[in-house]
């Protein structure tokens, strides 16, 4: 299975930086160490959306993703974070998903500096935390980034826009502060609770 941040939301959704359904990537193959029982749980609810994915009938029976397995999966390196990315950690409200990061933006940006002081402030490590709406419905995803803050000070919504056009959209041309994207493995629908995530297929 394919994981996309915005899955561990739908699995999870968030930032530019991570949450985005370009910066996918697909989970790392197992460690030789043993998985804690939450990251272990995680993994067996992915393997079994990945089988599902491949059933015939699907079982539309739905699988719910909990915070605390999604974050003991992630801290355990079971996902490749995109470069820049030092550690996510996720929290999940009705309809939002919260993604607390520690980003080195100068990997992300390659030392390409801009002089523009929207920008400035993209350079360092930082801790960011992003909070969006998310869901899906009839197979596809939707992300709605509605306020990100660096270092516990609110990033402007502009200064954001220019962040992801100068720096993120070269690489991945779907990225924005709005997404829509195919769901991945036969996944119909995704629903944020409190401190879960609910996914169903079709």
Known sequence: MKLRVPILAAVLVCIPVIATPQSA???????????????????????????????NPVDTRPTQLNEDEVNAWVAEGMLKMPKGVKKAVFHAQSGTIQCDANVDFDEITAGKHSFNPLLMIFSGTHDISVVGAADAQAGTGHVHIQSASLDGIDIPRTALELFVNRYLKPKYPNVGLDSDFKMPDRIDTATVGNHYVVLTQK
Not at 26 to 53: E, F, G, I, Y
């Open 25 to 55: 990537s697909t989970p790392k193959p197992a460690p030789q160490k043993k998985l804690s029982p939450a990251a272990a749980r995680m993994q067996q609810k992915l393997d079994h959306l990945d089988q599902n994915a491949k059933a």
